[in-house]
Every structure is written in structure tokens, then in C-alpha cells.
Nanobody, 122 residues
Framework: QVQLVESGGGLVQPGGSLRLSCEVTGIIFGLYVMGWYRQAPGKQRELVAA???????TYSDSVKGRFTISRDNVKNTVYLQMNSLRSEDTAVYYCNADLLYSEIVAGNFRSWGQGTQVTVSS
């Protein structure tokens, strides 16, 4: 069973940067598409970035040009570099894994990690 441990969140001022990490165990990491999601208070969880096994990346319009997703298949870890942070980026950030990109887009997973809180505020 996949286990996901997100870290790297915190309080940052608008315009600042953070780098999130998600360590994955229980699967052959290199075979899986990875996604970063976020859930703001009172809102549904949304996909913000995804990366395929071949390194192809996609982003939601709201983070394109500011966030970068990457993966290290040796460390079984996916990262989310977040720059030019805005107050609307405040949310709990989660990662997840699937063999299919379509399932990452759908985001209907039974199991999630604990997430990491990102708060953007002055």
C-alpha cells in the first residue's frame, strides 16, 4: 500500500518561496505518475501539478509559471518548488500517485497523506 509523507510547508510572506517534498513508499516509485494537490478552507481539493514517469509536467493555470514539480526516482520523492507565492496559495498541500495520468487528474483516491500546511500572509 502506498504511503505518502508530505513536508516543507510553513508560513511565508507574499512573494516568497517554499519547496515541498513528498516521500513515497510501498510502490515502485519510478512507474507512477505523481501529482500535487491542494485544499483551501471551504474548497474542494484541486490538482495543481503532475509529473509523468518520463518527466512531462502539467500545471493548473493558477500556478503555471510560478510552481515547478520535479521528481527524484532514487530518493522516491516528488517536489514542488513554489515561487512568487500569493495569499490564494494558502492551503494544505498533498501528493498522490497512480499508474495512470487520468487517475491523477481525477484525484479520487481513498488514501491520502497528512498533507503539509502552506500559509501565505504578511
Amino acid at each position: 500500500q502506498v504511503q505518502l509523507v508530505e513536508s516543507g510547508g510553513g508560513l511565508v510572506q507574499p512573494g516568497g518561496s517554499l519547496r515541498l517534498s513528498c516521500e513515497v513508499t510501498g510502490i515502485i516509485f519510478g512507474l507512477y505518475v505523481m501529482g500535487w494537490y491542494r485544499q483551501a478552507p471551504g474548497k474542494q481539493r484541486e490538482l495543481v501539478a503532475a509529473i509523468t514517469t518520463g518527466g512531462t509536467t502539467t500545471y493548473s493555470d493558477s500556478v503555471k509559471g510560478r510552481f515547478t514539480i520535479s521528481r527524484d526516482n532514487v530518493k522516491n520523492t516528488v517536489y514542488l518548488q513554489m515561487n512568487s507565492l500569493r495569499s490564494e496559495d494558502t492551503a494544505v498541500y498533498y501528493c498522490n500517485a497512480d499508474l495512470l495520468y487520468s487517475e491523477i487528474v481525477a484525484g479520487n483516491f481513498r488514501s491520502w497523506g497528512q498533507g503539509t500546511q502552506v500559509t501565505v500572509s504578511s
